[in-house]
């Protein structure tokens, strides 16, 4: 028998030591290949996780873009736990359901809501928030005019500063007198003479609060949005007290009031008198204080005018002879220049305004730029002076106070 298992060749011979290494190696290999595997694994269930987190966002993002709009409306009543009176943005009043999840707390007469489109339902309660006009006319950064840039206006900026800044940071110097602040100025006179340069000055000194709106941005469409504008604007202002309010062309909205007008007259009225009720009307304007601006006083209505409302009424002239020649002085200052005779562009420039002798001197630097220099001399004021004649002469401009001034 072992002879016939010998002849067979017998059984097969044990591994040797290398095929055992290599059966280790090609183990560890697969392992590692396995450990690999389970690891993209994770990490692809963990992006398919993310998407499908990502895709319910969209998808929710998508359903709320298909809902219809809510309209804002203002409580005005609630009846009972289920019902209340409203006033919709275009003013009509319902009567309409209440949310129950909403905390009856949160439902004051005055609070804004979000009506449903079909129904007119309270949906939710809104979070009172200023008209974003309103607020964005907050001065946060101070501009970089200071007094001494106001060249001419002497005897204005004093009075300027006794009515708007000395009762907001000496009010005790009133009390002990026994009299009352000025709630506000008035600055009137031609264009281009420094009125907004000189509410510019006074929010680069004081520390008060500077709110800044032209008088055209409080005449709206709708019947209601432009006294609502100038309540937000005085509740502001008295919210940021002590604070200054700056009405830039105010005869947008202060002209007079007359009897043969249209509805869209109608509307600038009634924002006119919302304005007089706020300048002198039963709530006191504590710390705050109004600077009015406009080269038409002519137009403008006569309660505006009235003391008690702007109790000064400051006229910014056209530069004399004196004020020119500090105007020049202050701008030819900044300038590169060689051999200027001031005098001789004072006697040049009669009848300009502030605006027109700062352009002379941006167009004696064009002169001096086209001709590669790099400093302006005499002859390049006097033809910047021609040049700006030319255009008063072309556009029928007078050179005359009387002209320009209202």
């Known amino acids: 028998m072992s002879s016939e298992v010998e002849r067979s060749g017998g059984a097969e011979p044990v591994n040797s030591d290398e095929d055992l290494k290599k059966l280790e190696a090609d183990f560890r290999n697969l392992q590692e290949e396995a450990q690999t595997l389970i690891n993209d694994r994770a990490h692809l269930e ?3 996780r993310n998407l499908k987190k990502r895709a319910n966002r969209l998808d929710e993002e998508v359903k709320s873009m298909r809902n219809p709009p809510l309209i804002i409306g203002t409580l005005q009543d609630v ?19 209440l949310n129950q999840r909403i905390d009856p707390s949160k439902l004051q007469p005055g609070t804004r809501v979000a009506l449903n489109q079909d129904t007119l339902a309270i949906i939710e309660v809104l979070h009172d928030a200023w008209d974003p006009m309103v607020s964005g006319a907050e001065m946060v950064e101070k501009p970089e005019v200071t007094y001494g840039e106001v060249a001419g206006l002497d005897e204005q900026i004093e009075a300027v500063r006794e009515a708007i800044e000395l009762p907001l940071t000496s009010p005790e110097l009133f009390a002990k007198v026994g009299i009352q602040a000025p709630k506000g100025i008035l600055l009137v006179g031609p264009p281009g003479c420094g009125k ?22 409080l005449a709206q469409k709708y019947i209601g949005e432009g006294g609502r504008m100038v309540r937000e604007l005085f509740s502001l202002a008295k919210e940021k007290s002590p604070s200054i309010i700056f009405l830039d062309e105010i005869d947008a909205i202060g002209a007079k009031r007359l009897d043969g007008s249209t509805s869209g007259d109608r509307e600038v009225q009634r924002t006119l008198m919302q304005l007089l009720a706020e300048l002198d009307g039963f709530d006191s304007l504590e710390n705050v204080k109004i600077i009015a601006a406009t080269n038409r006083p002519d137009i403008l209505d006569d309660a505006l005018l009235r003391p008690g409302r702007f109790d000064r009424v400051i006229e910014i002239p056209m530069p004399d002879e004196k004020a020119r020649s500090a105007i020049l002085s202050l701008h030819i200052k900044k300038m590169n220049t060689k051999r200027i005779n001031v005098q001789r562009i004072v006697e040049l420039t009669e009848g300009y305004s502030g605006a027109e002798l700062k352009a002379t001197c941006v167009e004696a630097g064009m002169f001096a730029i086209r001709e590669k220099r790099d400093s302006i001399a005499q002859s390049d004021i006097i033809g910047a002076v021609k040049r700006i004649n030319s255009k008063r002469s072309k556009g029928g401009i007078s ?4 002209a320009l001034y209202g």
């Open 399 to 402: 050179s005359t106070p009387e």
């Open 46 to 48: 963990s992006e398919v």
């Open 196 to 217: 907004t340069l000189l509410a510019k000055a006074v929010a680069n000194f004081t520390d008060a609060t500077f709110i800044r709106m032209v008088g055209s941005e």
């Open 79 to 97: 009846l009972d736990s289920d019902r209340a009176i409203v006033r919709s943005s275009n003013g009509t009043v319902f009567q309409v359901s």
